[in-house]
């Protein structure tokens, strides 16, 4: 797996980090603060938030950006996994084409878009630092991390019907497989060119593809494999 595929995969398993904006009120100091994020198809960053909050304020004034999230697995920090995206903020103007997806994976945000005063801002990468692990440390450019339009950006939702309806014994083995985890409850969220998220009794669960998977025929296959694998 190349550098820019491992550091979409570590963003893509999480679904909040540090979002750090250059403070309008204290002259462009570094202002952090935690935010939820749903990565779109093509790697981008997808977050909802309040004009009130400080740092909508802060984008608004400029929108640079960074984001860093981390893996939590072990005591020391240091040898975690880790991810920053460097990138503007750009609002939205129609968030009703992203709306129905962020909410599968975040159904708590469902009041504040009855709130006129949230909104959605997508964060385009222009760098990111991928670290994975000691001595694994890289650069990573955005010509080299974004994603191009794939066939199953169009076909997701399709997927995701056919999945939640026909196979959710499927979905009971691949969690059982592959994260070593009973489920009882599982609906598929959403599907991407790096892999799948299932709710599993309540909390997200992340399927990484191998290979990067670009429609449903592809995806067909390779969720037929992992069911092979599976039993």
């Known amino acids: 797996m190349n550098n820019a595929r491992a550091a979409r995969q570590m963003l893509r398993a ?4 540090v979002l750090c904006t250059l403070s309008k009120k204290f002259n462009g100091h570094p202002f952090g603060s935690i935010t939820s994020y749903l990565v779109d198809h093509d790697g981008s960053l997808l977050i909802l938030i309040s004009t009130l909050a400080e740092h909508t304020k802060n984008i608004q004034h400029d929108p640079r950006v960074s984001l860093i999230t981390h893996c939590q697995d072990e005591h020391d920090i240091q040898s975690q996994g880790r991810v920053t995206m460097l990138g503007e903020a750009q609002a939205i103007s129609d968030g009703e084409q992203i709306d129905a997806r962020y909410l599968r994976y975040f159904p708590e945000a469902q009041s504040y878009r009855t709130m006129r005063d949230f909104s ?18 890289h650069w990573i450019s955005a ?4 994603v191009p339009h794939y ?3 169009g076909q997701e939702d ?5 999945m939640n309806l026909d196979h959710g014994d499927t979905m009971r083995r691949y969690c059982r497989h592959f994260h070593q985890c009973e489920a009882l409850d599982v609906d598929m969220l959403g599907i991407d060119c ?4 299932v709710r599993v009794d309540g909390r997200n669960m ?4 191998e290979e990067a998977v670009l429609d449903a025929q592809q995806a067909r296959r390779v ?3 992992m069911s092979q694998r599976a039993r």
Do not use: S
């Open 143 to 146: 010509n080299n991390y974004v």
């Open 194 to 197: 790096d892999g799948f998220d």
């Open 14 to 17: 999480h679904r909040y980090g």
């Open 206 to 209: 992340r399927f990484a593809f």
């Open 120 to 137: 959605f801002y997508r964060i385009m990468p222009q760098t990111l630092r991928y670290i994975g692990g000691f001595g694994k440390i």
């Open 151 to 153: 066939r199953l950006i």
């Open 158 to 162: 399709d997927v995701i019907a056919h």
């Open 223 to 225: 969720l037929i494999e």
